[in-house]
């Protein structure tokens, strides 16, 4: 998802919602209240999207009018009785954002027709497609911020998960409370009505300004925080003194959790089945996803999990460089988390044959996640933390070769971020403007590793450009054309480009983008 396309989302879900039959501007000085506008715009995409003019748009309105959100019948009788000088008629006092207006009452209808549209959604994204894997865009993306999508009521940034077209976090990422009290979702799996139905706006807000997002939960199996579950509790994975295991607590001070008790297991699938039927989520992630390690328990849990949620709702792992060649019966999808890092694959035949790999072995629909990391000066990255970032982020040619990796060997989404092992927030990342362009559909096939096409470089047409991508091992290549091209790396128009080692490029057909 590109930040245009945002922009250009949200204007066009302005024009929608106008014609619905009230006044659509504030009074002067109220410019905190809500207009119609803003106000019901989810109902209308929900309810009138087919409505082609104002007077069908209002009518559509009315017939549905009990139906409506909270926000958009209040914003509609306040449009039709406009409040008296010392009247009682006060409009709420903070801002609703355009798309994800607090609501009691029924849930909204998800825009693009819930876990029934899933593949359609991942068939229907762009290229480049982008993904956030737990954190989000630090610099600000141009066009990405509007006054259609402004900070949910919970605090999610809509318009900059909108920028990816896949994002996963925690379930309290989108507002999501326990309910009665509980303090142990695992144990628990029960969350609050209005929690549900927040969560939901948040999520029709982010499926009106990107179509093709996928939405999910990173659900809590190997290892978690010591508050996840009571300190006595079996489920934990203890040692020889039957001391709870400290997995990693230097940098998430977490626990490991005993995934091979069988109890354990159906606990994890009942929670991932309990945040798949909230309608908030599209599925469910699993973090450290190596199913070489303890493979029975974690094929056993990941059918158990399949099972609870059913056929449409995906799973997917956090497999790094490795290949979950037991557990691909069920699961759709593979975070491929720190390639350039030492500990993981550094070296990008590994991470182009596992994409290959992912595409023709995963259960469909399928999807790849390629998360390429910038260098430090050490394993540890040493050294001060904010020089480091402004450095590894303005590596421009590496993200290039990860993002162009990613369009030849695969059909998936990638990122470019910061390496865990910085002592900040993982996963954060800016947005580059060689993101924003518009490559279209695939015109060729995936290209083969075993024959490069040029010159010890990869090449792969899409309707809009070609995408070349070269290896850090192979030197210079130069691709030409008939007709002039555009270089999104260098902005350059012409019909011959020189791609460096270790970089990649988008090359555009003139008259796109």
């Known amino acids: 998802m590109k930040s ?19 006044a659509q501007t504030p009074a002067p000085g109220a410019g905190a209240t809500p207009t119609v506008r803003e106000a019901c715009a989810a109902d209308v995409a929900k309810f009138c999207s087919d409505a082609q003019d104002p007077e069908s748009r209002k009518k559509c309105m009315n017939a549905h009018k009990i139906e409506l959100s909270e926000g958009c019948i209040s914003a509609r009788r306040a449009a039709a009785h406009p409040a008296q000088p010392g009247g009682g008629n006060e409009a709420p006092k903070n801002p609703v954002s355009t798309a994800s207006a607090a609501v009691s009452g029924a849930p909204p209808a998800v825009v693009d027709g819930g876990l029934d549209s899933i593949p359609s959604r991942i068939a229907g994204h762009g290229f480049p497609s982008v993904f956030a894997p737990w954190n989000l ?31 996963f976090a925690e379930w309290q990422k989108l507002g999501l409370k326990l309910a009665n009290d509980q303090k142990y979702p695992v144990l628990t799996p ?91 989520y599209d599925g469910c992630m699993f973090d450290g996803w190596h199913d070489d ?25 956090n497999v790094n460089q490795r290949l979950p060649t037991r557990s691909a019966p069920y699961l759709n999808g593979m975070y491929m988390e720190g390639f350039g890092g030492p500990n993981f694959f550094p070296d ?39 020089q480091i970032q402004r450095r590894g982020r303005a590596d421009y040619p590496r993200m290039r070769m990860v993002t162009t990796l990613s369009l030849v060997f695969s059909n998936g989404y990638t990122v470019f971020s910061d390496p865990n092992p910085l002592p900040t927030p993982d996963h954060l990342h800016d947005w580059y403007p060689f993101w924003d362009k518009s490559l279209g559909r695939p015109a060729r096939p995936i290209a083969n590793l075993d024959h490069p096409d040029l010159s010890g470089a990869y090449t792969r047409a899409f309707e809009k450009g070609e995408v070349v991508f070269n290896p850090p091992s192979n030197h210079p290549v130069t691709v030409h054309f008939d007709q002039p091209h555009r270089s999104a790396a260098t902005g350059t128009t012409g019909q011959s480009f020189t791609v460096a080692s270790g970089d990649g490029d988008l090359v555009l057909n003139s008259a796109s983008n």
């Open 348 to 386: 990008w035949h590994t991470a182009a044959a596992n994409l290959l790999w992912g595409e023709s072995h995963l259960r469909k629909p399928s999807l790849t996640a390629l998360e390429g990391w910038y260098l430090c000066p050490s394993q540890e990255c040493h050294g001060d933390a904010a």
């Open 190 to 280: 029960e969350f609050t009505p209005a929690s549900i139905q927040a969560a939901l706006r948040d999520r029709a807000a982010l499926l009106a300004a990107n179509p093709n997002i996928l939405i999910l939960v990173s659900v809590h199996y190997n290892a978690a925080t010591p508050n996840f579950l009571p300190p006595d509790s079996p489920y934990w994975r203890h040692d020889d003194v039957k001391s709870r295991f400290n997995a990693n607590n230097r940098e998430y001070g977490s626990y490991r959790l005993n995934f091979l008790n069988p109890d354990f297991q159906n606990k994890v699938a009942a929670l991932c089945a309990a945040l798949v039927k909230t309608g908030v």
């Open 137 to 167: 865009v630090e610099n600000p993306a141009p066009n990405a911020g509007t006054s259609a999508t402004p900070l949910s009521p919970r605090g999610l940034d809509i318009a900059n998960v909108a920028l990816h077209d896949l994002f």
């Open 293 to 317: 390690e303890d493979s029975a328990g974690r094929v056993a849990l990941i059918r158990k999990t399949r099972e609870a949620i059913g056929e449409k709702a995906l799973i997917i792992g």
């Open 4 to 22: 245009l396309t945002i922009a250009c989302a949200a204007a066009a879900l302005s024009i929608l919602v106008s014609g619905v039959g009230e």
